[in-house]
């Protein structure tokens, strides 16, 4: 099997209460350690990635975000999906490319730009173009930002979710949904589901995302944020 084909098989037939677990590295030491500690593959968190090479979230130019990707991918064995978080305006193709050519096997995609949440037919249709240049060679994990952006009502996520299926989306991620309404989105959104887990104690385990109906649970910059807070103590 490929690494992407690795990488989509571990997101299936998963029971109830153990997701994917996927650490999000920001250089090729953290990505190595991680593998170490077991990880079966990683996926980076765009903002982690940013604030390693001195940028603020969102603020990373692409070249640089796709030259630490690929850092990652040649520093480890294990499938890395990347957060190239809106695509940076590139074309469907050229975003594939890139990313295939950093060796990444997946990829979080948003579906916001500037703090604005972007049309869902138009995006879907993007998302569309993605998967038709990609093929099988990705893992597409469409982001929807609502939540994010301030829309709370669950109804609005997942319209937003079954347009990006019916587009070719491999995976949906409510970013920043509230943990009382995953069962809500769980029996709305067809496929795999992504749940942001924290790393300081608040809020459910992953184990516990994935009872409420998680398939695969990330951390955003929360490692970075965590190995920061023991650097500073150690340093002071």
Do not use: Q
Not at 60 to 77: C, G, K, L, N
Not at 79 to 86: C, L
């Amino acid at each position: 099997m490929s690494k992407a084909e690795v990488f989509r098989a571990l997101h299936h037939r998963r029971p109830p209460g153990d997701p994917l677990v996927l650490a999000g590295p920001w250089d090729a030491a953290s990505a190595r350690a991680l593998v170490a500690a077991g990880f079966p593959a990683l996926a980076t968190p765009s903002a982690a990635v940013a604030a390693s090479l001195g940028y603020a979230d969102g603020g990373t130019p692409a070249a640089e975000m796709f030259a630490a990707v690929a850092r990652i991918t040649r520093a480890v064995d294990v499938p890395v999906s990347a957060d190239v978080e809106d695509g940076y305006g590139l074309a469907p193709k050229e975003l594939v490319e890139r990313l295939l050519a950093a060796g990444a096997v997946g990829c979080n995609l948003e579906d916001s730009g500037g703090g604005v949440l972007k049309d869902p037919h138009e995006h879907a249709e993007w998302l569309a173009e993605v998967r038709s240049a990609a093929g099988d060679r990705l893992f597409l994990n469409a982001r929807v930002d609502t939540f994010a952006r301030g829309v709370t009502d669950p109804d609005r996520a997942i319209e937003r979710a079954a347009l990006y299926v019916a587009a070719g989306a491999d995976c949906i991620y409510p970013i920043d949904a509230p943990v009382a309404v995953l069962p809500l989105l769980r029996a709305g959104i067809e496929g795999p589901l992504n749940m942001y887990a924290r790393v300081d104690g608040e809020g459910p385990s992953p184990a516990g995302l994935g009872e409420l109906g998680a398939t695969r649970v990330t951390f955003g910059p929360g490692l970075l944020r965590l190995a920061l807070r023991s650097l500073h103590a150690l340093a002071r």
